[in-house]
Nanobody, 129 residues
Framework: QVQLVESGGGSVQAGGSLRLSCAASGYIYSRTTWAWFRQAPGKEREGVASIYTGSGVTYYADSVNGRFTISQDNAKNTFYLQMNSLKPEDTAMYYC??????????????????????WGQGTQVTVSS
């Protein structure tokens, strides 16, 4: 069993920055894929970014590539999403996620919500124009 808790959301002006954190506890695989998703009201859940902890390789959705950065701190069992140059369309509830095995998902496969078993409760990000 894995528990995930997000934090760091808030309200910012367009062009501003936020850093989200996801603290993991329980049985954590040393090599696995961690990911961030977001969901706005009335829209489907969208994959944002992923990181494979075995190598540090990352993957980003086209909509955030160049603006967002995913990273990890294995000593703290925590991973992060640094969000810069925020836009109003980034407004959503943001969730962190992990699978129930030590697995690597290749590129866009890592941004498919159905591949993940453990989810945080979500943290709200609101970007005003």
């Amino acid at each position: 069993q894995v528990q995930l808790v997000e934090s760091g959301g808030g309200s910012v002006q367009a062009g501003g920055s936020l850093r989200l954190s996801c603290a993991a506890s329980g049985y954590i695989y040393s090599r696995t894929t961690w990911a961030w998703f977001r969901q706005a009201p009335g829209k489907e859940r969208e994959g944002v970014a992923s990181i494979y902890t075995g190598s540090g390789v990352t993957y980003y959705a086209d909509s955030v590539n160049g603006r967002f950065t995913i990273s990890q701190d294995n000593a703290k069992n925590t991973f992060y999403l640094q969000m810069n140059s925020l836009k109003p369309e980034d407004t959503a509830m943001y969730y962190c996620a992990a699978p129930n095995s030590g697995i690597y998902y290749f590129r866009s496969l890592s941004l498919e919500a159905s591949r993940y078993n453990y989810w945080g409760q979500g943290t709200q990000v609101t970007v005003s124009s």
